[in-house]
């Protein structure tokens, strides 16, 4: 399948009432996009990452009575998951499509992250184009934009990162579901590359930090 972009009615999946009724349509609308996007973009994953990624759909499969407020593609080093590991994410709320590195609570990598971070803050922040986004939790739409973030909430994050067990970050671009670029299959994957470049050295940080 090649990706052609995002609809209306698949942003729409997520007004679906029901686990079952919204699982359903999530499977059969927007599952099979995301499987496009992490097949097209694996080549291209594993030669920006300098080791081979492997994509994976959130299967939403701990879910008993909530439905998913959210879903994603996900590509990591490791073929068996992804959650224990930095890695990136391409996924959507109902109000927008998000581009994003992310380190969550699974990961025994956030202490050796935030030491790495503490170190390159100054780099980091001239780096990152100021509409990227941090957040502290992978499963909250909301978001600090990267030009208001401040010294004493960047130390706030490493402090939670390099102490706090379930702490999560974060990092990225979102775009507004009617944004032209995600009905564009095209535009939309070119981006997702440039984003991905951008985030790199979040990734080298997490992952190779010496």
């Not at 698949?10 to 349509?25: C, S, T």
């Not at 590509?75 to 224990?84: D, F, I, T, V």
């Not at 130390?155 to 579901?177: D, H, N, P």
């Amino acid at each position: 399948m090649t990706f052609t972009g995002f609809n209306e009615q698949d942003f729409d999946v997520f007004e679906v009432p029901g686990l079952e009724a919204r699982m359903k349509v999530l499977i059969s609308n927007v599952r099979p996009k995301l499987e496009a996007i992490g097949e097209q973009l694996a080549p291209f994953m594993t030669d920006l990452c300098g080791e081979e990624m492997f994509p994976h759909v959130a299967k939403h499969a701990r879910r008993t009575v909530n439905p998913p407020k959210d879903t994603w593609i996900a590509w990591a080093p490791s073929k068996r998951g992804y959650k224990a590991y930095p890695h990136f994410e391409v996924g959507m709320f109902a109000s927008h499509l998000f581009i994003v590195f992310a380190l969550i609570y699974e990961s025994p990598n956030k202490e050796v992250f935030a030491r790495q971070l503490d170190k390159q803050l100054q780099e980091i922040r001239g780096h990152l184009p100021g509409n990227y986004y941090w957040s502290m939790d992978h499963m909250a739409p909301q978001g600090i934009a990267h030009a208001e973030m401040t010294k004493e909430q960047f130390r706030t994050l490493i402090q939670k990162l390099a102490t706090v067990k379930k702490s999560e970050v974060v990092c990225g671009m979102r775009l507004e579901r009617n944004d032209p670029r995600v009905q564009d299959g095209e535009q939309l994957l070119k981006l997702v590359r440039s984003t991905f470049e951008q985030l790199l050295p979040l990734y080298k940080m997490a992952s190779h930090p010496e």
